[in-house]
């Protein structure tokens, strides 16, 4: 039986195809599918938007290297966040959510599902006395994100699905930061892992997605149902990026954590840096968590910069090699400004992020290079 990850994510519904022998899926560019009669489909294919052969091959895959039962792709992580709560919650219900949720997660909530009906509450996730506080009869899931998006907050998954599945909600876990290769949330004890399959998943800043992988199967069947009903599915070209971006998962990720934790040790000596957000330092306030549940620490690296806001812009300005712009997860590494960038929708709402903020993404770079930028960018 095969359990390596690398393996999995290299093999894992990736079987040649039997008509050529190709060892790797096609792009199957298709709408719909010649049946065997009325009623009678030819390898359960009828329809793209219902499934198509090169999503399924991505979602088996997703599945696998999750170690979940049903695995999902959308056309981004937020139509897989919002398929979700629509499937499983209903007007009236209440969603606990992070205290520094992710801008667009923050924003969905806010301004859309709010508009459907449906309640929330942000709660810094670290604090379990805060999050059973917050707990009610009509909560329906905690949303966990962890690390988190900017602030690389570290949330207990075990405890918070202890807390969830005492109160018969759903634990959902956002899994974008760390990925598959360095955390397994349905093991320990998640009920769904979202991922935005744009960032490290993906890897290569060429594609759009999301995905959604379910530990239930009946869950999974139920979200696969909403899911062919809304509409949101990953195109069979995004499906095979993303795919492709897999197979290097593992590899990627371990030089990802290999240059942050070379930039962090840069950052934490500089006397323009006033603080350092990173889980694998010992002094952070999850990193005995994070230690637990994670392999290794990750790409993701925040600080904050002596002189404020304008002078946390300028570290983003004048940086080169770091790429200003949003997104994160690929190869390259990005260099941005939370608070005027990514989360700006969270401007002025309990969620706002410090004005002094900087997030890198630490690409795959020559590390020496990487180290010589951000002395000269922070002169």
């Not at 519904?13 to 049946?35: C, F, H, L, M, N």
């Not at 499983?88 to 219900?93: H, L, N, S």
């Not at 506080?133 to 009509?138: G, L, N, S």
Request: charged share 20%.
């Amino acid at each position: 039986m095969i359990e390596g990850f690398e393996t999995l994510a290299i093999h894992a519904g990736q079987e040649a195809d039997p008509r050529t022998g190709a060892v790797v899926p096609p792009i199957y560019a298709v709408s719909t599918y010649k049946q065997d009669g009325v009623g009678g489909l030819r390898s359960g294919y009828e329809y793209s938007r219902s499934a198509n052969p090169t999503r399924t091959a991505l979602e088996e895959c997703l599945a696998a290297i999750e170690g979940g039962t049903r695995g999902l792709a959308f056309a981004s992580g937020l139509a897989a966040e919002d398929t979700l709560m629509r499937t499983v919650c209903k007007p009236g219900d209440h969603v606990i959510i992070p205290g520094d949720a992710y801008g667009g997660t923050y924003r969905l909530f806010a301004k859309v599902l709010s508009r459907w009906g449906l309640q929330y509450d942000p709660v810094p996730l670290g604090d379990l006395q805060a999050v059973r506080a917050a707990v009610r009869p009509e909560t329906r899931a905690i949303w966990v994100e962890t690390p988190t998006n900017p602030l690389l907050g570290i949330a207990d998954i075990e405890a918070l699905a202890e807390i969830a599945h005492a109160a018969e909600a759903l634990l959902v876990v956002d899994n974008t930061f760390a990925s598959p290769y360095l955390q397994q949330p349905l093991a320990l004890g998640a009920d769904v892992v979202v991922h935005s399959t744009t960032k490290y998943v993906g890897g290569h800043s060429d594609v759009v997605g999301g995905a959604l992988v379910t530990r239930d199967q009946t869950l999974g069947d139920e979200l696969a149902y909403h899911q062919n009903s809304m509409g949101a599915v990953a195109g069979p070209f995004d499906a095979w990026l993303t795919l492709r971006g897999i197979k290097t998962l593992g590899v990627r990720m371990d030089r990802h954590c290999d240059n942050a934790e070379k930039v962090v040790n840069l950052l934490l000596s500089h006397p323009k840096v006033i603080e350092v957000l990173y889980p694998g330092l010992s002094e952070h306030p999850g990193h005995e968590v994070a230690a637990k549940q994670m392999r290794r620490f990750g790409g993701m690296v925040s600080f904050r910069v002596a002189g404020g806001e304008e002078a946390a812009v300028e570290v983003c300005n004048r940086a080169k090699l770091f790429t200003l712009g949003e997104s994160l997860g690929g190869v390259e590494s990005l260099i941005e400004h939370p608070g005027r960038m990514t989360h700006a929708s969270a401007a002025g709402s309990p969620l706002e992020v410090p004005a002094d903020l900087v997030r890198l993404s630490v690409g795959i770079e020559t590390v020496g290079d990487l180290l010589e930028d951000l002395t000269q960018a922070l002169a």
